[in-house]
T-cell receptor, first 114, second 110 residues
Framework: DSGVTQTPKHLITATGQRVTLRCSPR?????VYWYQQSLDQGLQFLIQ???????AKGNILERFSAQQFPDLHSELNLSSLELGDSALYFC?????????????FGEGSWLTVV | EDQVTQSPEALRLQEGESSSLNCSYT??????LFWYRQDPGKGPEFLFT???AGEEKEKERLKATLTKKESFLHITAPKPEDSATYLC???????????FGGGTRLMVKP
């Protein structure tokens, strides 16, 4: 158990809908990362937050957004969902935002868009 | 652009048959090279971080090494429970996020 908690574990929704994925980082970790894993793309970095502020952005679609709250939990919002958004979404956390910090992953949220 | 290539894509071993997994990388200033293990439908589990060429780290049957262009994950006398996908990732000067390779799917048969 990495200590990173993600909910829900599984989610099935229809095209055009909006969903919110939630993440609680490990106790004491200030930095949160979101990754997408699909069969054909591997693990792709989406976005990073540190202590409530956005720190880095990867190939995140405009339909997707995220935030980190004062209690350090984070949410990833996916809207106008398409079939191609079906994937495993991982949250990860680390102690700080500096390079070299170990990044621990949660168990992921399976999103299926039908 | 940072790039990570892992080979082979899949590897079948008999129990006890030692082998190595390769991770080649191109990065603008390496801050850390990470190895993770991932079981089907689960999140990546942290194994090692290597920071500089020549560094080695060991954990049970696994040993990771690093050069300026690649890293190897050596598995000695593997057991069926070592079957998983092994992921390599780099962290560069430019940012804190990890850039992952495609992984090596390891299958160890009894």
């Amino acid at each position: 158990d990495s200590g990173v908690t993600q909910t829900p574990k599984h989610l099935i929704t229809a095209t055009g809908q909006r969903v919110t994925l939630r993440c609680s980082p490990r106790s004491g970790d200030l930095s949160v990362y979101w990754y997408q894993q699909s069969l054909d793309q591997g693990l792709q970095f989406l976005i990073q937050y540190y202590n409530g502020e956005e720190r880095a952005k990867g190939n995140i679609l405009e339909r997707f957004s995220a935030q980190q709250f004062p209690d350090l939990h984070s949410e990833l919002n996916l809207s106008s969902l398409e079939l191609g958004d079906s994937a495993l979404y991982f949250c990860a956390s680390s102690l700080s935002s500096g390079p070299g910090n170990t990044i621990y992953f949660g168990e992921g949220s399976w999103l299926t868009v039908v | 652009e940072d790039q990570v290539t892992q080979s082979p894509e899949a590897l079948r071993l008999q129990e006890g048959e030692s082998s190595s997994l390769n991770c080649s990388y191109t990065v603008s200033g390496l801050r850390g090279l990470f190895w993770y293990r991932q079981d089907p439908g689960k999140g990546p589990e942290f194994l090692f971080t290597l920071y500089s060429a020549g560094e080695e780290k060991e954990k049970e049957r696994l040993k990771a090494t690093l050069t300026k262009k690649e890293s190897f994950l050596h598995i000695t006398a593997p057991k069926p429970e070592d079957s998983a996908t092994y992921l390599c990732a780099v962290q560069a000067d430019a940012g804190n996020m990890l850039t992952f390779g495609g992984g090596t799917r390891l299958m160890v048969k009894p």
